[in-house]
């Protein structure tokens, strides 16, 4: 995917409150299907919903710290650059995340 650095958007894709603590939500932008973390410090990471590996549905992985396993073979992936810390090497797509504390909207900026 290619991104414009000269014009970004942020794109509303949640409210805080849909997506638990230590849990996951998959939103799709512009057919990039993408998985919304919500860590347990409160902040929201975002990335694309796909393991380099096989492909697996990250969201469906368990957050652990800062990172994420995927469900098929277990990498560990972290959540704020996408790389993949094991057992191989690999890289996620991510995207920069916003959160309005004051009504609880979760932004994408593309």
């Not at 998985?35 to 469906?60: I, M, Q, T, W, Y």
């Not at 990498?75 to 790389?83: A, F, P």
């Not at 690999?90 to 995340?97: A, E, K, L, R």
């Amino acid at each position: 995917m290619e991104i414009n650095t000269t014009t970004t958007s942020r794109i509303r894709v949640a409210n805080l409150s849909d997506i638990d603590l230590q849990g996951a939500r998959t939103v799709r932008i512009r057919n990039i299907e993408v998985a919304l973390f919500r860590l347990s410090d409160g902040s929201v990471r975002a990335l694309e919903n796909r393991c380099p590996h096989k492909g697996g549905r990250l969201s469906e992985g368990m957050i652990c710290g800062s990172a994420v396993h995927c469900p098929l073979h277990d990498w560990k992936i972290d959540l704020s650059s996408g790389q993949v810390q094991e057992p191989d090497t690999g890289c996620v797509t991510t995207f920069p995340t916003e959160i309005d504390r004051e009504s609880g909207a979760v932004y994408i900026v593309i």
